[in-house]
């Protein structure tokens, strides 16, 4: 569904991400995993059109998308929810969902059935329908975001940091849900920090650091793979990930 090629991406003069391979395929939930500033939100950012790639390519469906908007990315299927979540504070939760479903040409009728299917599936969102989704928790807010980017009908789900800045049962929520819409057929694309817990969930995994890919398999083929403790306290991979994983020659800059 999707396939990514050498992409290179840069912030001026600093390189954020260096020959950047990756795959997902239909039904897939695939996760992109490494330190803050790994280059895995500038990965998104490329793919939905919001950053502009310097080198390599990059399709959904075999239709390029490096040189689209993000909202003709969007049109393709495409749904990114963002790390700081997008959310509009002053409207409505309702009103937030109605905007998600912007790009839909089956009828209100059908979207008002959506609706009522979010509610289901987020009962906190129904019960606060027509409160201001700037007076919600962050736990709230983030199902918020998610509920908004399904609404849309997307092909392709990419979260960004789904859990950050959450307590502990927010998180294992947050988790639950990604694992409930997998098990639901959606094909997502997560990129998060918390490690241990999204290898839980994924099908696949790619191990970003300083920009590079270092490693990438089955969750259990990279945590025999690699020391994960040790990559993000600032160590690289086990003597076996080295010689097993995508990772370039070179020293580089610090990726923005």
């Known amino acids: ?39 895995k939100s500038t990965t998104l950012a490329v793919i939905a059109g919001l950053h502009r790639a310097t080198r390599g390519s990059a399709a959904f469906e075999g239709t390029s998308l490096l040189a689209r908007a ?8 495409i749904s990114l929810v963002p790390e700081n979540r997008g959310i509009f504070p002053t409207l409505t939760v309702a009103e937030n969902l109605r905007l998600g479903s912007y790009l839909r040409r089956d009828g209100a009728a059908a979207v008002r ?13 129904g019960q606060r329908r027509n409160q201001p989704a700037g007076t919600l928790s962050g736990g709230e807010q983030q199902q918020l975001a998610i509920a908004r980017a399904l609404i849309g009908k997307p092909r392709l789900l990419m979260l960004d940091e789904p859990s950050l800045g959450l307590a502990p049962t927010l998180v294992d929520r947050v988790f639950e849900l990604v694992a409930e819409l997998h098990r639901a057929g959606v094909t997502i694309l997560l990129v998060e920090q918390n490690v241990r ?9 790619y191990l970003l650091r300083t920009g590079r890919m270092e490693a990438s398999g089955k969750p259990s083929d990279l ?23 995508t990772a370039a020659s070179a020293p580089g800059e610090v990726p923005g």
Do not use: C, H
């Open 223 to 245: 945590r025999s793979l690699v020391d994960i403790e040790s990559v993000y306290l600032g160590g690289g991979p086990t003597a076996s990930a080295a010689s097993s994983a």
């Open 113 to 125: 059935r959506d609706l009522d299917g979010l509610f289901e599936r987020f009962p906190v969102l």
């Open 70 to 77: 993000p909202e003709d990315v969007a049109r393709l299927g």
């Open 197 to 205: 817990r999204t290898l839980e969930v994924a099908d696949r995994a």
């Open 1 to 39: 569904m999707l396939t990514v090629t050498g992409v290179e991406a840069r912030y001026g003069a600093i390189v954020a991400l260096r020959e950047v391979s990756l795959t997902v395929d239909e039904g897939e939930l695939v996760a992109l995993v490494g330190s803050n500033g790994a280059g």
